[in-house]
């Protein structure tokens, strides 16, 4: 997906997790690995949301520019899961009144596909180098 998704990674969030890498974004919202005031972990949370609300924007503004091969692939996820469900007697034999084959793809989407490109941009080439994550936040070395 990577060979595939490239051009659609760097339009999608590239410019978001460069411009988290350029102004060195921090961002903590367990109490338990912070000794911070609750007030700066509010804090954190409200960035923490602006910056999420930042990559969804940015991801669905360029929508119709994902490959035409991982559409294909997308479709053919949700196929096999509607097809899984019906099995299970989970849907209906039409298939339209349950999201799970959306979600199933939307999940496969997110957790293989653009979670590893904003957790490690350089390995995707969105930033050069090696970026440091403490405590799961995004700051550059």
């Excluded at 005031?37 to 940015?58: I, Q, R």
């Excluded at 653009?114 to 969105?126: T, W, Y």
Aim: net charge positive; hydrophobic share 40%.
């Amino acid at each position: 997906m990577a060979w595939y998704g490239k051009p659609f990674l760097e339009s999608s969030v590239g410019d978001v997790i460069r411009r988290l890498s350029v102004e060195r974004v921090s961002i903590e919202v367990d109490p338990t690995k912070t000794t911070q005031p609750t007030w700066d972990l509010e804090k954190n949370v409200d960035t923490l949301v602006y910056w999420c609300k930042e990559l969804w924007d940015s991801i669905y503004r360029v929508r119709s520019e994902c490959p035409p091969e991982m559409r294909s692939l997308f479709e053919h996820i949700r196929r096999l899961v509607e097809k899984r469900c019906r099995a299970m007697k989970t849907l209906p034999d039409d298939g339209c009144q349950s999201d799970i084959p959306w979600q199933a793809v939307s999940a496969f989407i997110f957790l293989r596909f653009i979670v590893p490109a904003i957790l490690h941009p350089h390995l995707f080439g969105l930033v050069p180098g090696k970026l440091f994550f403490p405590s799961s936040s995004l700051v550059k070395t």
